[in-house]
């Protein structure tokens, strides 16, 4: 019976004492399986040798060359500088950290061996501190027979340790057993090779082996690992929605008798897109399970009435509804807009931030404790140990890409313990950032997808416009005609709050104070994030009310500012941002019923990326398409924000490079899940630690 790598700690390996198995721990691994997981990231070709003359400034070369001599060099700082020749040309290596011992091993007339960058110092080429072999009297180089591969490390783990720890690995791995988790049908389906043979290549790959295909994700071996990668995360998340699903909740069998009402109080009619959503997520309710659903709408498709409504027939069963919004302004903007919608039924709301005054804070917590607060509007401060609910039902939480699983999860044992733990609220998980169907339908599989695919009647296109902050004179005077002539309102987004030399942007004060100068005759506004919550609100509500003409402000009124007035923006450095951040921050114009502009003022030179980011702006007023393109420019971490989603962590797939292989991951996954549990778990354990965790929600 052979040994199973997953069951031999790396401490059992040469060299790795408790000092280097923390560091291979905070690489996440401390198994002979997780060392053989951790691939390289980039490959060294030490099968040949470059000619001196032949080399370029920036490349990475191995050379063969005689030691001509040896100086200590005293400029700006001390260094050993070795010039060497061959038959081509004469190069130096120059070493800036050296002992007395090293210097020494520099032997004028011997042979010298050395891999490295080559740069231009003092007045040749040199390669500074590259990997070197003294040959001493030998005159033929050592060449490898195949590929060099070198691995991601961290401070104080070097390159040369970790390989040959990984060298051990490999020779286990040629007589212990890697466990072979995909059924072989599979395998053979897709014509991967086994666990272990595509491990044995990526690690120790021939000289034949495209590095190009290998780099790009293309070759079947990267294929290999990305498949089974994709399968463990779709097991979880599917883990995650049945653990779930075995919980209790509230159903909520029948809308609340003023929804017709409060629908014919509105001065507008829903979209169809709207309807079809409320009845999906009403079908949901009814369930004695939790929903867990995701709502994508573009910006200002009308989310939050959608939420509103749902939530009024849970308040209408005599239970809580929580929304949670990422920023205090869209909590204020959610209480102030939920407040007036609800006011004629008697319906109590509350809201709840951390910046509340402590007395306004306390009477909250009480409210919400003893029920008295139906609907409760919030952001973090949910989270806090003090908040206690009383008959929980439904969490809302808006803009689902700032919010990661654990703090869902926070929220949701928040509301077991309100109930008792027997019900578990219901959960609607909303973004304004329209994510593409295989992205959200991969990344969201815990959650069903509802999508309000439809603008609100009257809504005109906003025209995008690209232009160098050298026409900024022009600019403004387009904003003075705007706001006096027109009378219609202006946004102007800065990117930072104060100077910063580093990052070249304009400051939103110091544009705030030019604009002053330059427009004496406008009434100009400031708001950023380190306002108080109360002079914030006061702002926007000035702003709203018209009683400012231009509003300078941060990235915090990307979500939840309706100024239906407010015609046009300009956005300073765009090309600091996403894609679809960019849009939510233009969605805050196009309001009402007039012609709407956004200017995108950027600083020249732009990269290619940051061009082709901006003609897609200037290009398209579709969320989706916008969503698709950001994806492709910036990948799924950035989109998502992987760092908060806790399961969306992929090492070799890539979800649009791989999204020809989605309908056979889903099938695989659910195969595994139905014919082979145990597989299903460790997949799971292999490669989506924290993903099991969430499935025991």
Not at 101 to 115: D, L, M, P, S, T
Not at 205 to 211: A, E, T, Y
Not at 296 to 301: F, N
Request: hydrophobic share 40%.
């Amino acid at each position: 019976m052979q040994t199973k790598l997953a069951s031999i700690q790396v401490s059992s390996l040469k060299g790795v004492g408790p000092k280097v198995a923390e560091k291979l721990a905070s690489l996440s691994i401390r198994t002979l399986e997780d060392l053989l997981f951790h691939l390289p990231y980039k490959y060294q070709d030490r099968s040949r040798i470059h000619p001196i003359g032949s080399l370029r400034q920036g490349e990475y070369a191995q050379v063969f060359a005689q030691i001509e001599r040896v100086d200590i060099v005293f400029g700006k700082r001390r260094s050993l500088v070795c010039k060497v020749s061959d038959a081509t040309g004469m190069m130096d290596i120059r070493l800036f950290y050296f002992s007395s011992a090293q210097q020494k091993q520099f032997v004028r007339g011997e042979y010298i061996q050395c891999y490295g960058q080559l740069s231009f110092s003092g007045q040749r080429y040199a390669m500074i501190h590259p990997e070197i072999t003294f040959l001493h009297d030998s005159n033929t180089p050592r060449l490898s027979e195949g590929l060099k591969a070198i691995y991601p490390t961290t401070e104080g783990l070097q390159q040369r340790s970790l390989t040959a720890i990984m060298q051990q690995a490999l020779n286990y791995l040629k007589r212990a057993e890697v466990t072979e988790l995909i059924p072989s049908e599979w395998l053979t389906k897709l014509q991967f090779p086994a666990l272990a043979k595509a491990l044995l290549m990526l690690h120790q790959p021939p000289l034949d082996l495209s590095l190009n295909a290998i780099e790009n994700g293309d070759h079947p071996l990267i294929k290999r690992l990305a498949f089974e990668e994709l399968v463990a995360q779709h097991i979880a998340l599917q883990k995650v929605k049945k653990s779930i699903q075995q919980h209790q909740a509230y159903a909520i069998k029948k809308p609340h008798s003023s929804s017709e009402k409060f629908l014919q109080s509105l001065p507008f009619k829903l979209t169809n897109a709207q309807q079809r959503v409320i009845q999906e997520i009403r079908q949901d309710l009814q369930h004695s399970y939790p929903m867990m659903r995701l709502v994508q709408g573009d910006v200002g498709s009308g989310k939050t009435l959608v939420a509103a409504m749902c939530m009024l027939d849970v308040v209408g069963a005599g239970l809580q509804a929580v929304i949670m919004a990422p920023t205090e302004i869209l909590a204020e903007q959610h209480f102030k807009s939920f407040t007036q919608w609800f006011k004629p039924w008697q319906i109590t709301t509350c809201l709840l931030t951390s910046k509340m005054p402590a007395a306004e804070k306390r009477a909250a917590l009480a409210a919400i404790e003893q029920g008295d607060a139906q609907m409760i509007i919030g952001t973090h401060a949910l989270f806090q140990q003090q908040v206690s609910f009383n008959q929980l039902a439904l969490v809302v939480i808006d803009e689902q890409h700032r919010f990661g699983v654990e703090q869902r999860k926070t929220l949701l044992e928040k509301g077991l313990a309100a109930n008792n733990q027997q019900y578990q609220p219901h959960q609607l998980v909303m973004t304004a950032t329209p994510i593409p169907r295989t992205l959200a339908q991969t990344a969201f599989a815990d959650l069903d997808l509802s999508v309000i695919d439809e603008r609100p009647p009257g809504r005109k296109p906003i025209t995008t416009i690209v232009m160098d902050e050298t026409k900024r004179a022009q600019l403004i005077e387009r904003v003075r005609a705007n706001c006096i002539t027109e009378n219609r309102q202006v946004y102007w987004v800065c990117t930072l709050i104060d100077e910063s030399e580093e990052l070249q942007c304009q400051a939103a004060e110091v544009t705030h104070q030019q604009l002053q100068q330059a427009l004496p005759e406008l009434k100009i506004g400031l708001i950023h994030g380190r306002l108080k919550s109360d002079e914030k609100q006061q702002l926007m509500q000035a702003f709203k009310d018209h009683e400012l003409n231009l509003l300078v402000a941060t990235t915090v009124i990307e979500v939840g500012v309706d100024v239906p007035n407010a015609s046009l923006m300009i956005i300073e450095n765009p090309e600091r941002l996403g894609l679809s951040q960019l849009h939510q921050l233009r969605g805050r114009v196009g309001r009402g019923e007039k012609e709407s502009h956004c200017v995108l003022l950027y600083k020249a030179p732009l990269s290619k990326n940051a061009k082709q980011r901006l003609t897609v702006m200037r290009e398209s007023n579709d969320g989706f398409v916008i969503a698709e393109k950001d994806l492709e420019l910036r990948g799924p971490g950035e989109v998502l924000g992987t760092r908060q989603t806790g399961v969306l962590e992929y090492k070799f797939a890539d979800l649009i490079r791989d999204s020809e292989m989605l309908p056979d991951v889903y099938f695989c996954a659910d195969d595994i899940m139905t014919q082979h549990p145990k597989i299903a778990e460790a997949l799971c354990a292999r490669w989506v630690k924290q993903g099991v965790q969430l499935s025991r929600v």
